[in-house]
Nanobody, 127 residues
Framework: QVQLVESGGGLVQAGGSLRLSCAAS????????MGWFRQAAGKEREFVAG????????FYRDPVKGRFTISRDNAKNTVYLQMNSLKPEETAVYYC????????????????????WGQGTRVTVSS
């Protein structure tokens, strides 16, 4: 079992930055690819970014490329999402997720079904 708890969300001005954290508990954290999804009000969930088990490979959806960075620290059982140059349309609840592989997320996007989900942390970007 893997339990995920997100933190770091909040209110930020357009163009500002936030760093989300996802703390994981469980015996096999390093066995899972980790990722971040988001869902805005009235919108479908979308895949944002993912990182492989070792942290050696990352993937970003086009809208966040060059602005967001995903990383993981397996020694601390923590995954991060550094978000820079935030836009108002990126206001959403951001969810941490754990799964068996990154490749499926790359192809399925928001339709992917990770094994585990966090409860979400809300990000509000004001204009």
């Amino acid at each position: 079992q893997v339990q995920l708890v997100e933190s770091g969300g909040g209110l930020v001005q357009a163009g500002g930055s936030l760093r989300l954290s996802c703390a994981a508990s469980g015996r096999t954290f390093s066995s899972y690819a980790m990722g971040w999804f988001r869902q805005a009000a009235g919108k479908e969930r979308e895949f944002v970014a993912g990182v492989s088990r070792s942290g050696g490979r990352s993937f970003y959806r086009d809208p966040v490329k060059g602005r967001f960075t995903i990383s993981r620290d397996n020694a601390k059982n923590t995954v991060y999402l550094q978000m820079n140059s935030l836009k108002p349309e990126e206001t959403a609840v951001y969810y941490c997720a754990a799964g068996r592989g990154l490749d499926n997320w790359e192809t399925r996007g928001g339709y992917a079904q990770p094994h585990y989900w966090g409860q979400g942390t809300r990000v509000t970007v004001s204009s």
